[in-house]
């Protein structure tokens, strides 16, 4: 099993430029993540989604959209790339137990640089 | 601001010796989790504890939890240079169906 993958692993954007980072996960999971780590800071949340066919902002929403295309893949899209955007990008995915999340799987990352 | 906050925010210890980071949170929560995160890459889950719980061990790992203090600790024995990283609390929040994660603990292992 490859666990969670992202593509791709580096991208270089000019401000005002788009594009969609991937992720995928084999693992059967039910709740897929996005988070952006910013240097010598903690991971925060973009958007989740808790299930299939569902989608939710999470702590940084601003200037992105999320498409849960099916239960394996979750896309982020950056639809106008800025500078403050400069991050490196996780994609994780969790099995949901009721309310509780148990442990998170997460890909390699996608570092993003916007100039 | 951060529902974890984690303490120190840089530890440094020789080879051998046990370390030790605190992690304090501000709501009630389902369940609280560390991670491990490698320079430059994912993060990796190394333990998970209960509301209910009070202490787990993994291995070389003991995490314990104080809901009455919103508190939990995660005590690595016998450092290893292998164990340089930076590590994450991350809570699963009572009615959220989502992690929040602190900042982080760097620890470097010296030889």
């Known amino acids: 099993n490859a666990g969670v993958t992202q593509t791709p692993k580096f991208q270089v954007l000019k401000t005002g430029q788009s594009m969609t980072l991937q992720c995928a996960q084999d693992?059967?999971?039910?709740?897929m993540y996005w988070y952006r780590q910013d240097p010598g800071m903690g991971l925060r949340l973009i958007y989740y989604s808790a299930s299939e066919g569902t989608t939710d902002k999470g702590e940084v929403p601003n200037g992105y959209n999320v498409s849960r295309l099916n239960k394996r893949e979750f896309s982020l899209r950056l639809e106008s790339a800025a500078p403050s955007q400069t991050s490196v990008y996780f994609c994780?995915?969790?099995?949901?137990?009721?309310?509780?999340?148990?442990?998170?799987?997460f890909g390699p990352g996608t570092r993003l640089t916007v100039l | 601001s951060q529902q974890g906050e984690e303490d120190p925010q840089a530890l440094s210890i020789q080879e051998g010796e046990n370390a030790t980071m605190n992690c304090s949170y501000k709501t009630s929560i389902n369940n609280l989790q560390w991670y491990r995160q490698n320079s430059g890459r994912g993060l990796v889950h190394l333990i998970l504890?209960?509301?209910?719980?009070r202490e787990k061990h993994s291995g070389r790992l003991r995490v314990t939890l104080d809901t009455s203090k919103k508190s939990s600790s995660l005590l690595i024995t016998a450092s290893r240079a292998a164990d340089t990283a930076s590590y994450f609390c991350?809570?699963?929040?009572?009615?959220?169906?989502?992690?929040?994660f602190g900042q982080g603990t760097r620890l470097t292992i010296n030889p």
């Open positions: 991350a809570t699963g929040i009572q009615g959220a169906q989502k992690l929040v």
């Open positions: 994780a995915s969790s099995v949901l137990e009721g309310l509780a999340y148990n442990e998170q799987f």
């Open positions: 693992m059967n999971h039910n709740s």
């Open positions: 504890i209960r509301s209910n719980e």
